[in-house]
T-cell receptor, first 113, second 113 residues
């Protein structure tokens, strides 16, 4: 079983739709959870960074973490064509000297005008 | 504020050669991590350096090595290149004191022929 599972999609939605992206994980030591957006031929861009369980909102983006279910989500409201990209979840444990990130394989999202 | 700079952006090498990639982190950041991204495996952790010391290493052969200099700039080296080393190599920069968000560069795309 891979440590982090993410549906690769592709996911295609109309402009203005609410998008839900998800990851599950198996390592209960993970404490920090991130979402990155990666455009084609670019490096990953950090969208959301959360610690432990709960919700975090930033503009049109909401990140949710449910540690009891080992499940994280990213919601995008009022999706725009510029949101078309690959979305990667990432996580790491809380070890003081461990900055290693474990990634999902990414979900390819297309928002159609 | 300058971001993470990786050079070169593109490289084409022949099997058996070696290659050196460079990463300049965000000013003030002390930790640099390297990742390999391929379509089949996604992003995989190579190693992490903090204040010139390697703290973590991923599951890659010894042909992959790295180092960090006193100004936090980092290099990674791959010797005896194989076709399977063709990938996007990404560098992540982390401040490491209080803030542990990882910011990525645009990557170096290595093609081994």
């Amino acid at each position: 079983q891979k440590e982090v599972e993410q549906d690769p999609g592709p996911l295609s939605v109309p402009e203005g739709a609410i998008v839900s992206l998800n990851c599950t994980y198996s390592n209960s030591a993970f404490q920090y959870f991130m979402w990155y957006r990666q455009y084609s031929r670019k490096g990953p861009e950090l969208l959301m960074y959360t610690y432990s369980s709960g919700n975090k909102e930033d503009g049109r983006f909401t990140a949710q973490v449910d540690k009891s279910s080992k499940y994280i989500s990213l919601f995008i409201r009022d999706s725009q064509p510029s949101d078309s990209a690959t979305y990667l979840c990432a996580m790491r444990d809380s070890g003081g000297s461990n900055y290693k990130l474990t990634f999902g394989k990414g979900t390819l999202l297309t928002v159609n005008p | 504020k300058a971001g993470v700079t990786q050079t070169p952006r593109y490289l084409i090498k022949t099997r058996g050669q070696q290659v050196t990639l460079s990463c300049s982190p965000i000013s003030g950041h002390r930790s640099v991590s390297w990742y390999q991204q391929t379509p089949g495996q996604g992003l995989q952790f190579l190693f992490e350096y903090f204040s010139e010391t390697q703290r973590n290493k991923g599951n890659f052969p010894g042909r992959f090595s790295g180092r960090q200099f006193s100004n936090s700039r980092s290099e990674m080296n791959v010797s005896t290149l194989e076709l399977g080393d063709s990938a996007l190599y990404l560098c992540a920069s982390i401040r490491g004191t209080g803030r542990t968000e990882a910011f990525f560069g645009q990557g170096t795309r290595l093609t081994v022929v």
